[in-house]
C-alpha cells in the first residue's frame, strides 16, 4: 500500500477542476439569506424518483438498506401480519413525494433562496424522525417542507460551517399526517482542506479471512423477530439488543441505495440529453473529472478520486443509510407488532468505502405515558477501527399483556391543523 501522501495525489485535471469548484466559500450575505427562510414552510413542488408507494417500491427501499424484512418486501408475509399488509421501512417516508400544490413562492422568499450556499459542500450531520402511522402500497405523500433552524460555529475541518435543521412534514392522499423528517445539515467551506484534512492519516480498510469470520458470524445470527412478539413487560433497563453488522461498505453498496429510491432530487441523477439539459440548468453540481469529463460533484460517494481531492481519503456513504441502518436494527428487536415511533441519531464521522459498522443498543427506559408502553432505547455504530462513527435513540410502543398491541402515538394538533391547511390548499389548486 502506497503512503498517506501518494494515496492523496489528485490528477493535475482535476486539480484544475478542483480550484474552480471549491472557490466559493461561505458568505455573510448567504447566511443572512438563511436566516430570512426561517420558518417559511411551502408546499413540495417536485417530484421524488418514487412518487407512489407501490410493492415494488416498498421492496427496493428496503433492500438498498439491506433490511431483508419480510414485512417490507412480501405483500404475502405482510397480509399475515397486524397491519393486514405490506408496509414501508421507517426511513422510506421522507424520500418517496408528490408534487403538492400550493400558494407561489413569496418575491423575498424566491430572492433568499436562488443560488444560496451554491459550491458550499452539504453533510447530512444527523436528524429526527417522527412516524404516527405505516406506509402503505398505494400511497401517495404530500410534503410541505422549510428551514427550522439555523446556527452558524466554526468547523475544526473547514473552517465556518452553517448547521441548518430542514423539515419536511409527510401526509397522505387523505391528508392525515404519516411521519414528520428532520435533517440536520452542515455546509462548510472546503478552502485549504483538501491534502491537509484533519482525516488524510485514514487508509482504506484491508480485510483477512478472519475478519470476515467475525462479520460473517454476525449476519449469520441476524434476522428480523417477526411474529414473536416483544412484550412490554419482559423488558428491563439495561437489556441490549442483539448485535448487527453493515458492511464493508462497497459502491454496490451506495448505488443499491440509490436504487431503492434516495438521492435523486432535487439535483437528479440524469444520463444522456436529459444529463446536458441539467448541466446547463445547475451548472456548478457538473464538475470535470480528471479525464475532462464532467460528472456531478455528488459523486463523492462512489469516486474516491474527487472525494480525496476535497479532503477526504476515499469515497463514503450518505447520512441518511446509518439513519436506515439504525431503523432496520430497532426493527428487528421489536418485531412486527411493535410501532417505532420515533427515531434521533447523529452521525460524527465518516463511513469510508471499505469501512464496516457494528451496530450495539441497549434499554435506557421503559415507562407508559397515555395509555401506551414505550421502550427508550440507546443506538450506537462503532466501526472496524473501534471509531463510534454514529449514535442515537429510539422509542418503541411494543405489545403488552394488558394493554395489548400498541398503536401510533396521535398527531399533535396544532401539527395536525397546519398540515390540514397545506392539503386543502392543494387540493383547492388541484381543482381549479
Request: glycine fraction near 10%; hydrophobic fraction near 35%.
Amino acid at each position: 500500500m502506497s503512503d498517506t501522501h501518494e494515496s492523496l495525489k489528485v490528477d493535475e485535471s482535476l486539480e484544475v477542476e478542483i480550484e474552480k469548484a471549491l472557490r466559493h466559500e461561505l458568505t455573510d450575505d448567504d447566511i443572512e439569506r438563511a436566516r430570512k427562510l426561517l420558518g417559511h414552510y411551502q408546499a413540495r413542488k417536485i417530484s421524488e424518483h418514487i412518487t407512489e408507494a407501490t410493492p415494488d417500491a416498498l421492496r427496493n427501499w428496503a433492500y438498498g438498506a439491506g433490511d431483508d424484512n419480510p414485512l417490507y418486501t412480501d405483500p404475502a408475509y405482510g397480509a399475515r401480519t397486524r397491519w393486514g399488509s405490506q408496509i414501508g421501512h421507517g426511513t422510506q417516508v421522507g424520500f418517496i413525494k408528490t408534487p403538492m400544490l400550493g400558494d407561489r413562492v413569496p418575491d423575498h422568499v424566491k430572492a433568499a433562496s436562488r443560488g444560496l450556499f451554491r459550491g458550499v459542500h452539504v453533510f447530512v450531520s444527523g436528524g429526527t424522525w417522527d412516524w404516527y402511522r405505516p406506509l402503505y402500497p398505494g400511497d401517495r405523500l404530500y410534503a410541505y417542507a422549510g428551514q427550522e433552524s439555523l446556527d452558524v460555529k466554526e468547523s475544526e475541518f473547514a473552517g465556518r460551517s452553517v448547521i441548518r435543521v430542514m423539515r419536511d412534514v409527510l401526509v397522505d392522499q387523505r391528508g392525515g399526517v404519516v411521519g414528520v423528517c428532520r435533517i440536520l445539515t452542515v455546509n462548510t467551506e472546503r478552502k485549504e482542506s483538501r491534502s491537509r484534512g484533519k482525516y488524510a492519516e485514514i487508509e482504506p480498510a484491508t480485510y483477512t479471512d478472519d475478519d470476515y469470520e467475525r462479520i460473517d458470524a454476525i449476519y449469520a445470527q441476524e434476522g428480523p423477530r417477526g411474529a414473536e412478539k416483544r412484550f412490554w413487560e419482559d423488558v428491563e433497563v439495561g437489556d441490549e439488543l442483539d448485535p448487527m453488522v453493515k458492511g464493508p461498505l462497497t459502491v454496490t453498496d451506495i448505488h443499491a441505495f440509490h436504487m431503492g429510491g434516495y438521492g435523486m432530487v432535487p439535483y437528479g441523477l440524469r444520463a444522456g440529453r436529459i444529463a446536458y439539459k441539467n448541466r446547463n440548468r445547475i451548472k456548478p453540481f457538473y464538475i470535470k473529472n480528471e479525464h475532462g469529463i464532467y460528472d456531478v460533484a455528488q459523486r463523492l460517494h462512489w469516486d474516491s478520486e474527487w472525494a480525496k481531492g476535497i479532503g477526504n481519503p476515499m469515497a463514503y456513504d450518505y447520512g441518511v443509510m446509518r439513519q436506515a441502518y439504525f431503523y432496520h436494527h430497532v426493527s428487528d428487536w421489536a418485531g412486527d407488532d411493535a410501532c417505532i415511533v420515533k427515531l434521533e441519531d447523529s452521525i460524527r464521522k465518516f463511513n469510508y468505502i471499505g469501512d464496516t459498522q457494528f451496530l450495539a443498543g441497549k434499554v435506557s427506559d421503559k415507562r407508559q405515558e397515555d395509555g401506551h408502553c414505550l421502550v427508550d432505547l440507546e443506538l450506537r455504530m462503532v466501526n472496524q477501527r473501534d471509531v463510534e462513527t454514529a449514535f442515537g435513540s429510539a422509542t418503541v410502543a411494543l405489545p403488552s399483556r394488558q394493554a395489548g398491541l400498541p398503536v401510533f402515538r396521535a398527531v399533535p394538533p396544532e401539527l395536525q391543523r397546519e398540515a390540514a391547511s397545506m392539503f386543502a390548499r392543494h387540493c383547492e389548486l388541484g381543482a381549479e
